[in-house]
T-cell receptor, first 115, second 116 residues
Framework: GAGVSQSPRYKVTKRGQDVALRCDPISGHVSLYWYRQALGQGPEFLTYFNYEAQQDKSGLPNDRFSAERPEGSISTLTIQRTEQRDSAMYRC?????????????FGQGTRLTVV | GQQVMQIPQYQHVQEGEDFTTYCNSS?????IQWYKQRPGGHPVFLIQ?????EVKKQKRLTFQFGEAKKNSSLHITATQTTDVGTYFCAGYMGIVSGGGADGLTFGKGTHLIIQP
C-alpha cells in the first residue's frame, strides 16, 4: 500500500485477554517503530526493528508486551493479560533507513480499549 | 531518563497572529524532528534538523536548532486556520549521548488553537 497500515483500527477487549496488533509498513522500509500515545500526549516509544532484528525494546512497559517482525516486513505487537491501563492508541511508524537520516511515517493507529 | 520537554502545552491565537513552540532536551541530541498532528489524525513529519545552530524555513514556518543541540523552536508567522493541530518535537539521542531507548523521544506537544 501507499502508507503504513495498521489493523484493527479499533479493538475492545476484556481485561485479562491477549491482543495482537498488526502493522504493515511501507514497502522497502527498513526500520519499523511501535509507539503508544495517550490522549493529548506525545507518542511514547515502545520498541523498534531494523529488518527483522529488534534493536531496542527498552520502551516496552513490562513483560506482558512483546513485538516481532519475523520476515522484516509486517510486525505484530502483542499484549498479554491486558489491563485497563493498557488502553491507548498504539501507533506504528516506518522509515526508509535508521531514524538518524529519514522521516518516520506513521500509520492511523489502533485504538485499544480494555474493559 | 531522557526527556524532551515542550512548552506551552496549549496556545490560543487569533488568526493572523504568530505562534512559537519551544522544545528542550535533558541531553544533547543527534538530531531533532518536528511533526504535526491534526485532530483525529496521526503525526506527520515536517522537518529534521541535524546541525548545531541550524535554521530551516518552510513557507511561514521557521525551525531552529540550538547551538548546544539541546533545544529547538518552531515559529509560525501569520497563522491560518489550516495550522490548527498539535505540534510535536521529537529528539533522537543517538549512541553518543549515552544510549537508552533508540527511538525518537517525543515531547508532549503544543496544541495550537486558532480563533478566526
Amino acid at each position: 500500500g501507499a502508507g503504513v497500515s495498521q489493523s484493527p483500527r479499533y479493538k475492545v477487549t476484556k481485561r485479562g485477554q491477549d491482543v495482537a496488533l498488526r502493522c504493515d509498513p511501507i514497502s522497502g522500509h527498513v526500520s519499523l517503530y511501535w509507539y503508544r500515545q495517550a490522549l493529548g500526549q506525545g507518542p511514547e516509544f515502545l520498541t523498534y526493528f531494523n529488518y527483522e532484528a529488534q534493536q531496542d525494546k527498552s520502551g516496552l512497559p513490562n513483560d506482558r508486551f512483546s513485538a516481532e517482525r519475523p520476515e522484516g516486513s509486517i510486525s505484530t505487537l502483542t499484549i498479554q493479560r491486558t489491563e485497563q491501563r493498557d488502553s491507548a492508541m498504539y501507533r506504528c511508524a516506518s522509515s526508509l533507513a535508521g531514524v538518524m537520516n529519514t522521516e518516520a511515517f506513521f500509520g492511523q493507529g489502533t485504538r485499544l480499549t480494555v474493559v | 531518563g531522557q526527556q524532551v520537554m515542550q512548552i506551552p502545552q496549549y496556545q490560543h491565537v487569533q488568526e493572523g497572529e504568530d505562534f512559537t513552540t519551544y522544545c528542550n532536551s535533558s541531553t544533547t541530541l543527534s538530531n531533532i524532528q518536528w511533526y504535526k498532528q491534526r485532530p483525529g489524525g496521526h503525526p506527520v513529519f515536517l522537518i529534521q534538523l541535524v546541525k548545531s545552530g541550524e535554521v530551516k524555513k518552510q513557507k511561514r514556518l521557521t525551525f531552529q536548532f540550538g547551538e548546544a543541540k539541546k533545544n529547538s523552536s518552531l515559529h509560525i508567522t501569520a497563522t491560518q486556520t489550516t495550522d490548527v493541530g498539535t505540534y510535536f518535537c521529537a529528539g533522537y539521542m543517538g549512541i553518543v549521548s549515552g544510549g537508552g531507548a533508540d527511538g525518537l523521544t517525543f515531547g508532549k506537544g503544543t496544541h495550537l488553537i486558532i480563533q478566526p
